[in-house]
T-cell receptor, first 115, second 109 residues
């Protein structure tokens, strides 16, 4: 149980385009989903926290207009990187949590390369 | 500020035992997590401690002392596949997870 999927697993796009990444909890309802970014050989960096039906809470330094998060249902959250640039190239990982006392289950990650 | 400290890198021998330490200073405490992350992959959950003491799960054990702000992850009978980064994370009073930078564990034959 507690499986989280992400799609796509990797994407290459041109600078200036937008990319949407989906995160789904497959066998449980996630009250909260998290979006992380990880650069090579660095630790996870939390970008934002989203609760179903409400606006995401962004971490300091993360541009909410650039990284659009939609948590449409208890099993789906999307991250859209708008007007992507090469510096946005990174490993984006989502996680989902059933309740605030539960552990986070991570998706397999999406590797974004912006040319 | 909030801080999680763990060693950057450790090396151990196949079949041996290794202990990865984690110290923390956070705004409140609602549990400590250990995750394993292989290179290029997402983290996977290993253990959770909220009360003092040792939690054992197969070859892996995790210990917590809340008064000392200290935890360790103990890996026994090391296997080559245990080569990975091990992330310590503490849930603070706002139920936010504060992440350590991770410890890269290198297993040698």
């Amino acid at each position: 149980g507690a499986v989280v999927s992400q799609h796509p697993s990797w994407v290459i796009c041109k600078s200036g385009t937008s990319v949407k990444i989906e995160c789904r909890s497959l066998d449980f309802q996630a009250t909260t989903m998290f979006w992380y970014r990880q650069f090579p050989k660095q630790s996870l960096m939390l970008m934002a926290t989203s609760n179903e039906g409400s606006k995401a809470t962004y971490e300091q330094g993360v541009e909410k207009d650039k990284f659009l998060i939609n948590h449409a249902s208890l099993t789906l959250s999307t991250l859209t990187v708008t007007s992507a640039h090469p510096e946005d190239s990174s490993f984006y990982i989502c996680s989902a949590q059933m309740g605030e006392w539960d552990e986070q289950f991570f998706g397999p990650g999406t590797r974004l390369t912006v040319l | 500020g909030q801080n999680i400290d763990q060693p950057t890198e450790m090396t151990a021998t196949e079949g041996a035992i290794v202990q990865i330490n984690c110290t923390y200073q956070t705004s409140g405490f609602n549990g400590l997590f250990w995750y394993q992350q292989h290179a290029g992959e997402a983290p996977t959950f290993l253990s959770y401690n909220v009360l003092d003491g040792l939690e054992e799960k197969g070859r892996f054990s995790s210990f917590l002392s809340r008064s000392k702000g200290y935890s360790y992850l103990l890996l026994k009978e090391l296997q080559m596949k245990d080569s990975a980064s091990y992330l310590c994370a503490v849930r603070d009073s706002n139920y936010q997870l504060i992440w350590g930078a991770g410890t890269k564990l290198i297993i040698k034959p």
